[in-house]
């Protein structure tokens, strides 16, 4: 059984950086078959994908144009889980933030969410 | 403005049959799998069908998922007081390379 176990703190003041992590169990961060995806959810943007890593030989990270500038995705295969850090925020990045597998291309297990609050 | 089409609402009484519909383009549901999502309040979205019309193991046999061309549908039967959630549809979009969802559909148990 997959699990994603997130962390990190639920309030960042605006200007910055977001920083959260997400701990699988039952798979491997360096699996051939997956992806580590971050999305987040919010009101007024609904849910929203932000970005993957994976590892087909080499590792490899997709973001979403609207955060491409301010996010990077790291994998950590000594603690096999994978990371997001999204930098210069504003009261808009205000959301509920999931870290999500997607497995032969099917997102499938997500973790329990994060509600992260950007306000000083 | 999400990028996947869904009704905001949608209700039934027990035992009813009812069906949530997601309208994308040639880019998303019309080149890829559905997927959709049920979400109760303060969790995360759960797999509720893959690949266009497939069940993951636990999910009742009463939803079931269709998809022709650029639209899908998810079809509730026998609706139950539980079913009463948020369901989202989802599809990876070739063009904008990242999954895309629908706005969500509130469904209400009358």
């Known amino acids: 059984q997959v699990q994603l176990q997130q962390s990190g703190p639920g309030l960042v003041k605006p200007s910055q950086t977001l920083s959260l992590t997400c701990a699988i169990s039952g798979d491997s961060v360096s699996s051939n078959s997956a992806a580590w995806n971050w999305i987040r959810q919010s009101p007024s943007r609904g849910l929203e994908w932000l970005g993957r890593?994976?590892?087909?030989?080499?590792?490899?990270?997709t973001y979403a144009i609207s955060v491409k500038s301010r996010i990077t995705i790291n994998p950590d295969t000594s603690k096999n889980q994978f990371s997001l850090n999204l930098n210069s925020v504003t009261p808009e990045d205000t959301a509920v933030y999931y870290c999500?597998?997607?497995?032969?291309?099917?997102?499938?297990?997500w973790g329990q969410g994060t509600l992260v609050t950007v306000s000083s | 403005q999400s990028v996947l089409t869904q009704p905001p609402s949608a209700s039934g009484t027990p035992g009813q049959w009812v069906t949530i519909s997601c309208s994308g383009s040639?880019?998303?549901?019309?080149?890829?799998?559905v997927y959709w999502y049920q979400q109760l309040p303060g969790t995360a979205p759960k797999l509720l069908i893959y690949r266009n019309n497939q069940r993951p193991s636990g999910v009742p046999d009463r939803f079931s998922g269709s998809k022709s061309g650029t639209s899908a549908s998810l079809a509730i039967s026998g609706l139950r007081s539980e079913d009463e959630a948020d369901y989202y549809c989802?599809?990876?979009?070739?063009?904008?390379?990242?999954?895309?969802f629908g706005g969500g559909t509130k469904l209400t148990v009358l």
């Open positions: 989802a599809a990876w979009d070739g063009s904008l390379s990242g999954w895309v």
């Open positions: 999500a597998r997607t497995k032969s291309g099917d997102l499938d297990y």
């Open positions: 890593t994976y590892y087909r030989s080499k590792w490899y990270n």
């Open positions: 040639s880019s998303n549901i019309g080149s890829d799998n």
